[in-house]
């Protein structure tokens, strides 16, 4: 049977079928959002192909919006071309085993520690999911370079550098705009923000965040550490980024208070500062500017995702569930192996797997720009890119 843990009577097919049916009220919500979601076309690409771990998928562009011309019986019509892009898409694969002793169940009057094992599989899965989604997330807002900074600039409001601490912390207006920032007239695309408890926190503590509800098996209403912000699932997760930033200068007007004048040398007094003391933090700084020092603060980053953000496709492994017993090793164990491979696609963006040292990337090699970029009609010259707009990822960056 499924349940039974022995290595002569599992049933790989059938346990993977029960993992499947447990539930898992926050990895449910986010897929439920909307914000990350399967794939057909990539789930095929990597059926129907010989290689295996990256592949293109091609697709057309818009028309350009271009002026058209005057029909008046006189002027020729001018023509224009369609462009073609094209989509680098990955897969990941993990694998994962765990072992339990024979004697742990004698010692303990019986107690079934493979059991646990497999109460806790699906939350392992589940965070080591949304590990590669965050690693997405920070390759391509490392990314640099022409087309590609225009998606980073607009779709980040970082508020972290703001003097005063109150506007430095997300409050009612942050989600409105930065995601008008980010795409316009077609900010209603969005509907998920995941952040980390401090956020969340400080949006309670100004109402700004209502907690859901869920009714458990017995008929008990219980809360969820899930949230909705102006309409949007709020998922709360302190693995979000975060990072301690150490005292630094940055620009102001001369009427702030505490506000320095960037003297050339000779600085003097609480409101001067040198030069040479400041262009560690903005290194094309002038004498005669104004700057403020900015004390050591946390900054957190709060991601927004919107309907189809993130393809995540789970193609399978050839044994993903399986155990294997030693009747010697340990006076006798069991072990559970587990193997998963899942296909990303992330619209709007290409995977260039540049920098890919073996056919499955690792969460750093996930993270690195250079293996991202904004989709392209790869021409040699001047290239024509993926209108950013058209993509439902942003960010916030705050001090809390």
């Known amino acids: 049977m499924a349940k039974q843990f022995n290595a002569k009577t599992f049933n790989e097919e059938a346990f993977g079928r029960y993992m499947q049916a447990v539930p898992d009220v926050k990895r449910n919500k986010l897929l439920e959002s909307g914000a990350v979601t399967g794939n057909a076309e990539l789930r095929n690409l990597f059926a129907n192909q010989t290689g295996s771990y990256y592949g293109t998928i091609p697709f057309y562009g818009n028309l350009e919006q271009s002026e058209p011309d005057n029909y008046d019986g006189a002027t020729d019509i001018s023509a224009d071309s369609t462009v073609t892009y094209t989509q680098g898409v990955f897969v990941y694969g993990r694998a994962k085993g765990w072992t339990e002793k024979d004697f742990s169940y004698d010692i303990t009057g019986g107690v079934d520690f493979m059991s646990?094992?497999?109460d806790k599989l699906i939350k392992y899965w589940y965070n080591v999911d949304q590990n590669t989604l965050l690693a997405i997330l920070k390759g391509i807002f490392s990314m640099t370079g022409k087309g590609n900074v225009d998606f980073v600039n607009n779709h980040t409001n970082n508020i972290a550098q703001l003097i005063d601490d109150a506007a430095a912390k997300v409050g009612p207006t942050s989600l409105n705009t930065t995601i008008q920032k980010a795409c316009g007239?077609?900010?209603?695309?969005?509907n998920l923000a995941i952040m980390h408890s401090q956020?969340?926190?400080?949006?309670e503590n100004m109402n700004l965040i209502e907690r859901l509800k869920y009714t458990d098996a017995q008929g008990i209403q219980r809360d969820l550490e899930l949230y909705t912000w102006n309409g949007r699932l709020v998922i709360v997760d302190d693995s979000m980024p975060t990072v301690v930033v150490d005292a630094k200068y940055i620009r102001c007007d001369k009427t702030v208070q505490g506000a320095k004048l960037v003297k050339e040398s000779g600085?003097?007094?609480d409101g001067e500062v040198n030069k040479a003391d400041v262009t560690d933090d903005i290194s094309d700084i002038a004498a005669d500017e104004y700057v403020y020092l900015l004390p050591q603060h946390t900054e957190y980053t709060t991601y927004i995702l919107g309907n189809g953000s993130i393809n995540l496709e789970?193609?399978?492994a050839k044994v993903p569930y399986e155990m294997a017993r030693d009747a010697k090793k340990n006076g006798g164990e069991d072990t559970l192996y587990t193997r998963k491979r899942k296909a990303v696609a992330v619209p709007g963006f290409s995977w260039t797997n540049k920098s890919v040292s073996s056919l499955s990337p690792t969460k750093a090699e996930i993270e690195n720009p250079t293996n991202w970029e904004l989709i392209?009609?790869?021409?040699?010259?001047?290239?024509?890119?993926y209108d950013h707009k058209a993509i439902a990822i942003a960010r916030i960056i705050s001090r809390g």
């Open 376 to 385: 392209n009609d790869g021409s040699s010259s001047t290239k024509k890119y």
């Open 185 to 190: 007239d077609n900010k209603g695309v969005f």
């Open 199 to 203: 956020v969340s926190t400080n949006l």
């Open 267 to 269: 600085a003097s007094g």
């Open 314 to 316: 789970d193609i399978g």
């Open 116 to 118: 646990n094992v497999r």
